[in-house]
């Protein structure tokens, strides 16, 4: 998908954590405004989204990448993702049903990030399931902007949390077989008088 854009961002010479940052900001100001008109909200929110498109992007095609860049950038995410699901509760505060649907979708969002953090911190590459981050900012942006913002918390609550149920089985399967691996093997008193 880079391969296209690699000159373009090789010709970015702006710091990728400043697009990181960015990003964040606009991101931040559009949650702030979908809590007041969700298809404006929607919009600045899409614009947010192409920066946290673009940093990693720029990092990689100018050498740049670094443990702290991809540090700032999954934590802000998680900033995001809160103040738009918020912005998006406060917006709908009058229907209790949709409220839930948001703060649920807020839960999930944050274990699809949990399990795959937690597995790779014990050492299981965890990149599986269906609603990741880009996701769930198009069915966000998209409900918004185009007036079915209910129906697509809906599937954002059913989606983020089976997400994070293929990620929880995902790593237990890898670590059974991790640990399958490395078991010794049992020395029975049958065993050792054959």
Known sequence: METPLLPVMKRIKINPNALTLAGFFVTSAGAFVIAQDLRAGGMVILFGSLFDSFDGMVARANGRTSALGAYLDSVLDRYSDAFILLGVAYFLRSNPVAVALALGTL????????TRA???????DCKVGLMERPERIILVTAGAIFGFMVPSLWVLLVLSHFTALQRIMHTRKALSASNAKTARP?????????
């Open 107 to 114: 839960v999930g969002a944050y274990l699809v990030s949990y």
């Open 118 to 124: 937690r597995a790779e911190g014990l050492g299981v």
């Open 186 to 194: 049992t020395v029975t008193i049958k065993k050792i008088l054959r």
